[in-house]
């Protein structure tokens, strides 16, 4: 590639970029005026929560009790065996999901499966015309297609979270007494006694705000998606670049404002 070709492919990445972040931008404020005013699908949304609520279960699941288990061997081993302190065990390993673990794993499977799947989606609508023609039976698609996944991720992210946070704590509480005999009563009693409200509500936060971040970026970009099935490759795997790198961004920013200023 010569210089030249370099820098017109560069200018149209840059123009391409910050075209579809406007885009987006545009899209998330006429979807949360049109979310306040109550024009939305609940057949549709009910569909998304049913697809990517219950389909990505297993997942977290298997995800969140890795997790619970591999913090119970270092935390375990480490407090216990060395200090004798089986009472921080539980307070550990609650810390570590509700601050930063569970709000982020939860967001990459999501970024992976929802995100992916709901780009590739709407982009292979876009390139097969089905979204114009949606617009000639007077079918608006921003409320058919981008506010029920909106919705929908607001209601999926926070429950996954809640779902993995729960089984974390439970195979990290198991583990813990399998491997150096933690009793299950001090494990519970040190994760009540550590966690504050501020623990819960930053991961919370963090799950609506990333849940939002996912749909706004798989929606925008299967919505920009131009050309042929090639395209539509293009925009997934763009998805899941972009979504993990928001995460990444925003996590450091709320936990930020949460846990620093």
Same mark, same amino acid.
């Given at each position: ?20 972040? /406007?885009?987006?931008?545009?899209? +998330?404020? *006429? ?8 024009? *939305? $699908?609940?057949?549709?949304? #009910? $569909?998304?929560?049913?697809? &990517?609520?219950? /389909?990505? #279960?297993?997942? !977290?699941? %298997? ?7 591999? +913090? &119970? =061997? ?5 407090? %216990?065996?060395?200090? /004798? ?20 794993? =939860? ?19 876009? =390139?097969?015309?089905?979204?114009d023609a949606l617009k000639v039976f007077r079918i608006n698609p921003l409320e058919y297609l981008v506010i029920p996944r909106i919705v929908a991720m607001l209601i999926v992210g926070p429950a996954l979270t809640i779902f993995g946070v729960f089984l974390a704590l439970l195979t990290g509480q198991l583990f813990s007494e399998l491997l150096v005999g933690v009793p299950g009563r001090i494990f519970w009693d040190s994760v009540q006694f550590t966690t504050?409200?501020? $623990?819960?509500?930053?991961?919370? !936060?963090? @799950? #609506?705000?990333?849940? %939002? ?6 929606? @925008? ?10 395209? %539509? ?20 920013? +709320? ?7």
């Open positions: 590639m010569s210089r030249a070709e370099y820098i017109s492919h560069f200018r149209d990445s840059s123009y391409s970029f910050i075209s579809t972040v /406007g885009e987006a931008g545009i899209m +998330l404020a *006429i979807a949360i005026k049109r979310i306040l005013s109550g024009r *939305i $699908d609940w057949g549709e949304t #009910l $569909d998304h929560i049913d697809r &990517s609520g219950i /389909g990505s #279960l297993p997942i !977290v699941a %298997v995800s969140a009790s890795f997790i619970g288990m591999a +913090l &119970s =061997v270092q935390f375990a081993r480490e407090i %216990v065996v060395r200090y /004798g302190a089986d009472f921080l065990v539980g307070g550990f390993v609650a810390i570590s999901m509700f601050r930063e673990l569970a709000p982020i794993f =939860v967001a990459v499977v999501m970024a992976g499966n929802i995100g992916a799947s709901t780009t590739a989606e709407i982009g292979a609508m876009k =390139v097969t015309d089905q979204i504050q409200i501020s $623990d819960i509500t930053s991961m919370l !936060v963090k @799950s #609506l705000v990333f849940a %939002v971040t996912i749909a706004i970026i798989s929606t @925008s970009n299967g919505m920009a998606t131009e050309g042929s099935s090639e395209a %539509v490759g293009i925009s997934t795997t763009r998805t899941v670049v972009w979504c993990l790198l928001a995460i990444f961004i925003l996590n450091y920013g +709320l936990t930020t404002i949460f846990f620093e200023l």
